[in-house]
């Protein structure tokens, strides 16, 4: 009986070093969310980090483009 919670302990000091040694990627980053945005002149939907931004009449819009930003400022000048 002592022999076996003796390996009990061995085994559960094993595992805390062995989470040490080999932390967790769950935390990386690039598993964390990443917050989408709609292009307004087409619909389609792109990460905040690679969309262009543009502030039109005080509201910032983003696009997927530079031309789907420029079609909607121009649809926007036009009415």
Same mark, same amino acid.
């Given at each position: 009986m002592v022999r076996l919670a003796l390996f009990?302990?061995?085994v559960v000091l094993l595992i805390f070093v062995a989470r040490?040694?080999?932390p967790s990627k769950t935390s990386s980053p690039e598993q964390e969310a990443t +917050?989408?945005?709609m292009d307004p002149n087409n619909g389609v939907y792109i990460p905040k #980090? +690679?969309?262009i931004k543009?502030?039109?009449k005080g509201k910032?819009?983003?696009f #997927?483009?530079?031309q789907?930003?420029?079609e909607f400022i121009e649809k926007q000048s036009m009415s």
């Open positions: 009990g302990i061995v040490a040694l080999f +917050e989408m945005v #980090s +690679e969309a543009k502030t039109i910032d819009y983003y #997927s483009s530079k789907s930003a420029e």
